[in-house]
């Protein structure tokens, strides 16, 4: 009979680890949110040292612009769902361990009923809104959550929210960063990225993975770990909790596609954020109201019976904009164009 563990044999052989601690990986439960630059490194190393059961979550597609750092797609794959063909080439890599593809958009509606089956979560999303919406759920589910952040040339790993032997809990996201939903630092598209960059970054986050179910001890709970892959200089920062509380979810904004809109387009009211130039050099029309001048016209959507449709150039000046018409009116529906109009600009 063929020993279940061979091909984990040069990690069992490792000093401190063995079969014992091959047995807590392959009982562990992990859930990967985001299946782009860091999630694909993520779960390949996870998959390869035998995590027994990975879920993915993403509602997104492949694209060509993906293909650079997204390593496990490839152009074959442009067009379908990123956990589909992910899970497809993870199962073929490692048919023992149990892949689950989610084909959703993590939300404040379903976070939590998501993450409650799994033991870790391991967050690799490329905006702070998500980023602020797992931590929140992490903690107030009492799990763990692996972060990781790239930009340009630098990145940055840690653990949230571990439970410590005193029976506190570490660091997390809201203690180092209170503000980071307000914060505009473009995306990888926009800023750019070096993908060795997503492949360390991401390798870093499956480490930590690995040694919190063998040598929890060892992990970055309390500490920022960091990269720059230009100079090649790393250091850890020592971080501390603070008296932020978190008591209930940020509630996500609702997007749609450019797709979606076309089709239903008499459906709503169309609001562009952009400045008046921005306008004027190409819109797709509806009412422009400049994002900076917002708080001074919310009290005119009132009177408005249709839903709200607002849009920027990338997305995140329409997503701060429903956050204020939200405050302002709780029950309207008010969506923001996903990825803004850079997905059909000219």
Not at 22 to 41: N, R, S, T, Y
Not at 212 to 221: E, K, R
Not at 227 to 251: C, E, H, Y
């Amino acid at each position: 009979m063929n020993d279940p563990f061979e091909r984990y044999h040069c990690q069992i052989s490792l000093p401190g680890f063995g079969i014992s601690s091959q047995e807590l990986l392959h009982h562990a439960k992990i859930l990967i949110v985001g299946m782009g630059g860091l999630g694909c490194p993520t779960a390949q190393y996870l998959v390869s040292s035998g995590i027994g059961t990975i879920a993915l979550a993403d509602d997104d597609l492949v694209s060509e612009s993906n293909l650079h750092r997204q390593i496990l797609y490839t152009p074959q794959d442009i067009g379908t769902y990123k956990v589909d063909a992910a899970a497809k080439k993870l199962q073929q890599q490692n048919p023992a361990v149990s892949i689950i593809p989610y084909r959703l958009k993590v939300a404040s509606s379903n976070v939590m009923d998501l993450i409650s089956e799994f033991d870790l979560i391991v967050e690799g999303t490329d905006n702070f809104e998500t980023k602020c919406l797992l931590n929140d759920a992490c903690v107030l589910a009492g799990k763990p959550l692996v972060y990781g952040a790239i930009y340009q040339y630098e990145g940055q790993v840690s653990i949230w929210n571990v439970l410590q032997e005193d029976g506190t809990y570490s660091p997390n996201y809201r203690d180092v960063f209170p503000d980071a939903e307000e914060s505009q630092v473009p995306n990888c598209r926009e800023g750019g990225v070096l993908p060795t960059l997503a492949g360390i970054i991401g390798c870093m986050q499956a480490n930590e993975v690995i040694k919190y179910f063998t040598q929890p001890q060892d992990v970055l709970a309390g500490k920022l770990w960091l990269m720059n892959v230009l100079n090649g200089k790393t250091q850890v920062i020592k971080l501390r909790k603070t008296s932020a509380q978190i008591t209930s979810l940020p509630q996500t904004v609702q997007v749609i596609t450019f797709e979606q809109l076309m089709q239903e387009k008499n459906h709503f009211e169309i609001i562009d954020v952009r400045s008046v130039e921005e306008h004027q050099h190409f819109n797709i029309g509806g009412t422009n109201i400049p994002v900076e001048e917002l708080q001074h016209h919310v009290h005119s959507f009132s009177g408005l019976s249709k839903p709200l449709l607002v849009y920027c150039q990338s997305g995140k000046r329409s997503a701060q904009a429903v956050k204020k018409i939200k405050k302002a009116f709780p029950d309207k529906e008010v969506f923001s164009l996903k990825g803004g109009i850079n997905t059909i600009q000219p």
